[in-house]
């Protein structure tokens, strides 16, 4: 798919997506092509709800990270990230999928989370994480 200005390859050893203090960093220590894709405010022809951020490993895709950065409102990000998988289904249908929320707050109701995760696992065959404040992952 062709994202135009919306999307950055890099090859760096990190690579970052911040929004209002909450950050996701990727480290990336083997140097695989990583594809940044700003999704929310950027790419126009999607409607409606949308996680903020993709990332596209390797090319073409092997493994496909979904970022939300939200203030407290865990299922209106989880919403969000269900929506994008959706939108972008037929694309990355053979992909390792990976979903995360980094959140100003996330709720005590760690039971809650897991139905979340558990939910998502079984609808779109994706992992969830959520983080506070800040998220490093390894790729």
Do not use: W
């Amino acid at each position: 798919m062709d994202y135009g200005t919306c999307a950055s390859q890099s090859s760096h050893k990190i690579i970052t997506a911040e929004e209002n203090g909450r950050k996701l960093t990727i480290k990336n220590p083997t140097a695989r092509l990583i594809r940044r894709v700003k999704v929310d405010g950027c790419l126009e022809n999607i409607a409606g709800k949308r996680c903020d951020y993709l990332f596209e490993i390797d090319d073409p895709s092997a493994q496909v990270i979904y970022l939300e950065l939200k203030g407290c409102d865990i299922e209106k990000a989880y919403a969000q990230l269900v929506a994008t998988l959706e939108l972008f289904q037929p694309i990355h249908k053979n992909c390792k999928k990976a979903c995360h929320i980094v959140a100003s707050r996330v709720p005590k109701a760690a039971p809650k989370t897991q139905q979340l995760n558990i939910r998502l696992q079984k609808a779109k065959q994706a992992t969830l994480h959520i983080s506070t404040q800040q998220a490093v992952i390894d790729v």
